[in-house]
């Protein structure tokens, strides 16, 4: 499940708010149906979005901040450029996705990668079993009324108390669009703060046409990137025999089941994956023969090694390297049963 999905689930649950009487709707037995019909009504009005985004991530007393402005034409046209740059993105930084291509420009290196196929996660894509799985893992609360970049919003909160965790987001009044989003977490003591809010935001408003398009920086190089070669497996077993690594399964709870299992190979990088299934709930696994960085996060002990554990909106996911080889396991689950899961995979 993508992390944008996941935070439109979580606006989703404003809307029941917007559409049945606020505070009444959280505690009353709404239509999901009816819900997501009426939300995309809302949704179908709007043209275009420009705004700047201011976007925080606080852990033991340091905050990291990125600021943004970006254009946006639903369903998947969209241009951002990173106008105040942090840890992790440089200014100058820019995406535009075309609705049937992508380019990513680095600023710091001068170089842009062009793909064929879409990494835009619009927004714009979400269902009824969103809804009820948002509304069933969550304690909501309506917590009144607000103002974002000058505009009215709504301002939703859940708890997740057996994470010891909270998710605040802050829709427009007018168009259910998210001006606002905020969530933290604790572990071992830590608390962990990630946020973004609109500077500036309009809709509706006309753009140029070449908005949508790219040109390289004078001087800017070409990064030369290959489509994945993707092939499907029906069994564990079978994907081992045709990977030159060992697929060893996480320890599952119990009702989680394999949907899929598929190895992507690009620029050499060879990654299996593992997509799972619990009722409404999913989990996945990787592997892959290319050992990163570790992504960003609390220190957790995986069998014989120790990885990093960080959860985003509903989902939690823990990382870990071993001879050579990244694994990663996450899903709608609590962090400690995943690492107990992510121990059976283990490291020698």
Request: net charge negative; with cysteine; charged share 25%.
């Amino acid at each position: 499940m993508s992390r944008s999905r996941l935070t439109l689930g979580v606006l989703l649950v404003a809307v029941l708010a917007v559409t049945a009487g606020c505070a009444s709707a959280i505690s009353g037995d709404p239509n999901p149906d009816r819900i997501a019909e009426q939300m995309q009504q809302r949704l179908d009005d709007i043209d275009t979005v420009e705004g700047v985004k201011v976007m925080e991530t606080t852990r033991d007393g340091e905050t990291n901040t990125t600021v943004t402005e970006y254009v946006r034409q639903p369903p998947n046209k969209v241009r951002t450029k990173v106008i105040e740059g942090g840890q992790y993105r440089e200014t100058g930084d820019l995406r535009v996705n075309t609705g049937d291509k992508t380019y990513r420009y680095d600023a710091s290196e001068n170089t842009y990668t062009t793909y064929d196929f879409d990494y835009n996660r619009s927004g714009g894509y979400f269902d009824a079993d969103t809804i009820e799985r948002v509304l069933n893992n969550s304690e909501v609360s309506y917590k009144g009324t607000d103002t974002v970049a000058g505009r009215d919003v709504h301002v939703i909160e859940l708890t997740r108390t057996e994470r010891d965790s909270t998710i605040t987001i802050k829709a427009d009044q007018e168009h259910w669009y998210p001006l606002a989003y905020e969530t933290s977490y604790s572990y071992d003591g830590t608390t962990t703060t990630m946020s973004w809010t609109h500077r500036s935001v309009s809709f509706n408003e006309p753009v140029d046409d070449d908005t949508f398009s790219f040109e390289p920086p004078e001087g800017a190089e070409l990064q030369e990137t290959s489509t994945p070669d993707t092939t499907e497996f029906d069994s564990v077993s079978a994907a081992n025999e045709a990977t030159a690594y060992e697929v060893v399964e996480p320890d599952m709870p119990d009702g989680y089941t394999i949907e899929t299992i598929q190895e992507m190979v690009i620029d050499g990088t060879s990654t299996t994956s593992l997509s799972y299934t619990n009722g409404d709930k999913g989990a996945y696994f990787s592997v892959s023969n290319e050992s990163s960085d570790m992504p960003d996060g609390e220190s957790v002990t995986i069998g014989n090694t120790t990885g990093t554990a960080s959860s985003y909106g509903d989902t939690t996911s823990v990382s870990w390297s071993c001879d050579g080889m990244r694994y990663s396991l996450g899903g709608q689950l609590d962090q400690s049963t995943l690492v107990d899961a992510a121990s059976a995979v283990g490291c020698s």
